[in-house]
């Protein structure tokens, strides 16, 4: 639904889908997938979708198997809520001993037919699927996508959100999540830690300014997140909020081996550094309370989608 940004009814998205070679995995409830999942239902996702990574891709003409597949986490009203690629084991972890960044990496030769052909069917797919306008100009095709408008409840949820956002608990817990949807609303500056690195996010808060900020990292003792509100020039109390997401412990290490390519954690590792983080977590104190106008704790999906909500995201 390119109006209200909803997701295609289930017998549309697979006839749009058909003859792709890519599997279309069933929406599932936000309750079965996440970083809240159980460790119960993680095993079922596995046995349900790592089949589907046989299935032989339609764009490969070596009748080899498809890279990965796109999961679709559908919210209880409808609205996107988050996506992931689940990639074949083997394209992830590499071979042997050696971990999958340092796999060597040997050059193909373009197939210019079969890249064309890829190119014509991506094009095709997204037409169909989001109803983008192409026109033809003197350089060749040029996509424009559909205009984007928001509604005077969201804009009005945006002018209320706070300007500075420090997140907190361990890893796994779902911040970088909750982070990369709040960021996508408006023009926040997104500093995360596990991406760029202490020294860099320590230039980047001191330079923002008077504008958005979103502290991304685990901050689990109140003398860092002190040191950070200082260094994020001490904003007044009703522009700052602090969130403290409460994940419980298995459910973070469960997420943490599942991720991909995240840049400190390799693939099926981080037991180790979840539980440490989590023996450190000292939760929001009073002088904190008095300083943020806003001090919330997520234990769920639900009520971190409902702040998001309310924040205009």
């Not at 971990?99 to 197939?111: C, E, F, L």
Request: some cysteine; hydrophobic content about 35%; glycine content about 8%.
């Amino acid at each position: 639904d390119t109006v209200e940004n909803k997701f295609l009814s289930r017998r549309r998205f697979h006839d749009v889908m058909k003859g792709t070679g890519i599997p279309v995995v069933p929406v599932l409830g936000t309750r079965t997938f996440g970083p809240y999942q159980s460790r119960k239902a993680t095993k079922q996702l596995r046995n349900e979708l790592l089949p589907l990574l046989d299935t032989q891709s339609a764009f490969r003409n070596d009748n080899g198997t498809i890279e990965g597949i796109v999961l679709r986490i559908d919210g209880s009203d409808g609205w996107l809520v988050d996506r992931t690629k689940l990639v074949r084991s083997d394209f992830v972890a590499g071979c042997g001993n050696g971990h999958w960044m340092r796999r060597a990496i040997d050059k193909q030769q373009v197939d210019f037919e079969f890249a064309g052909t890829y190119l014509e069917r991506c094009y095709s797919l997204a037409t169909t699927m989001q109803g983008t306008v192409i026109d033809e100009t003197e350089n060749g095709l040029q996509q424009k996508p559909p205009p984007q408008t928001v509604s005077k409840e969201v804009a009005r949820a945006r002018r209320r959100a706070p300007r500075v956002v420090i997140l907190m608990g361990p890893p796994g817990a779902g911040k970088s999540t909750f982070s990369e949807r709040l960021a996508a609303s408006g023009a926040w500056t997104q500093i995360n830690q596990d991406v760029l690195g202490r020294k860099e996010c320590e230039k980047l808060a001191a330079k923002a300014g008077r504008g958005r900020v979103i502290l991304d990292r685990c901050n689990p003792r109140e003398k860092d997140r002190l040191e950070w509100f200082d260094t994020l020039h001490s904003p007044s109390k009703g522009s700052a909020a602090l969130v403290y997401f409460a994940t419980d412990v298995e459910s973070c290490v469960d997420h943490v081996k599942s991720r991909i390519g995240h840049p400190t954690i390799p693939h099926g590792k981080g037991e180790g550094i979840v539980r440490q983080v989590a023996k450190q977590i000292e939760p929001p104190t009073a002088k904190e309370k008095s300083m943020y106008g806003t001090v919330k704790i997520i234990s769920s999906y639900e009520q971190a989608d409902k702040l998001l909500i309310q924040w205009g995201a």
